[in-house]
């Protein structure tokens, strides 16, 4: 009897060393194996705030990602990891294994979704582009732009050309105002980067001055490589005290009356940002410069040219003299061969 019963233990030992044997082997597979994802691409997993792991293995498992969810659940329990996930949203991509993903969940490294500013856009058109992004959440909404500012912990500053054009990465969730905060903190950080390298004798006497002209050059330049030139051009207008005379400001002023054609009417009626009729940088930027733009004023091209002009093609011809800038508008703007200047050179 006793005999008989010692061979029962033995082969319920038996069969337990081989269960927990497989058992074993089987979840090291799973932990290091990667998920199934059909047709590869990117799936994303959205833990709730104060989801179980047993309820993110659940989801796993019912999405066909995972074979068994308490396999999940045990590696998490394991490695003591039960309290540390991360509410938020989790890209698996191909090749992940749930190893990888429970880290990825543990430090919080959730999907980001991206919005890109792009240079020379106005206030108005970026707040059109944060404002109908779905994945911010939106606490700006028919604020003034004023509003706006005092928002962001900026009362009283003017918001044109005060956020840095990039591209944005973000998880889901994040406020209008943290994201905004992020832009605004770039370009303050450009500028206190670009100011003290400044050349020596530049007639602006402040990093702000230096992103109201860059705004213009940024709205100047169809080619990015004659920004230093269009920089050195205004660069000399303002030494010589000349008008800037460069039509994105009067567009800027015109507000919504602009609509798409600029006339000799308007570069006559006055306003703050009219640089025909008033000398001087206006008193705001008139768009979001580039961090090339900000180098140019900085560091503008040497020269005399004083006047440059559209060929058509997004290049401009710079000129020393206005009689030579004036065969260059007959040459390109007005597309007459008339044009007997011993300076210029069609090109």
Request: glycine share 10%; hydrophobic share 40%; with cysteine.
């Amino acid at each position: 009897m006793r005999e008989r019963l010692f061979k029962l233990v033995g082969i319920v030992v038996l069969a337990g060393s081989f269960v927990a044997g497989w058992l074993l082997m089987s979840y090291q597979q799973f932990v290091d194996i990667p998920m199934n994802l059909a047709g590869g691409g990117t799936v994303v997993l959205q833990v709730n705030p104060g989801s179980s792991v047993t309820a993110v293995a659940r989801d796993l498992q019912r999405r066909g990602l995972i074979a068994e969810g308490r396999y999940f659940v045990w590696m998490t329990r394991l490695r003591g990891k039960t309290g540390s996930i991360q509410a938020g949203e989790y890209p698996i991509t191909a090749g992940m294994t749930p190893s990888q993903l429970l880290a990825n969940m543990v430090a919080g490294k959730v999907y980001q979704y991206a919005i890109t500013l792009l240079e020379g856009w106005s206030f108005r058109q970026m707040m059109t582009e944060i404002a109908g992004n779905p994945y911010l959440r939106h606490q700006l909404k028919g604020l003034t732009a004023e509003a706006i500012m005092a928002r962001l912990g900026h009362e009283g500053e003017h918001p044109e050309g005060r956020f840095f054009p990039d591209t944005y990465h973000f998880p889901r969730g994040l406020s209008d105002v943290e994201f905004l905060q992020r832009a605004y903190r770039a370009m303050a950080q450009r500028l206190e980067q670009e100011w003290p390298m400044r050349e020596a004798g530049l007639p602006l006497q402040s990093p702000y001055e230096a992103l109201i002209l860059a705004s213009i050059v940024e709205k100047e330049t169809g080619l990015p490589g004659e920004r230093a030139q269009i920089a050195g051009v205004f660069i000399r207008r303002l030494h010589k005290g000349m008008r800037l005379q460069t039509d994105p400001t009067v567009i800027y002023g015109m507000g919504l009356e602009y609509d798409g054609n600029i006339r000799a009417d308007d570069l006559k009626k006055d306003t703050p940002y009219n640089t025909y009729t008033r000398k001087g940088l206006p008193p705001t930027p008139i768009a979001m410069p580039s961090g090339e733009a900000l180098h140019a004023v900085l560091h503008p091209a040497g020269g005399e040219s004083l006047y440059f002009v559209s060929r058509g093609d997004g290049s401009h011809h710079f000129s020393a003299s206005y009689e030579e800038h004036e065969c260059a508008v007959k040459r390109y703007q007005l597309r007459s061969r008339d044009c007997s200047h011993p300076n210029f050179r069609a090109e």
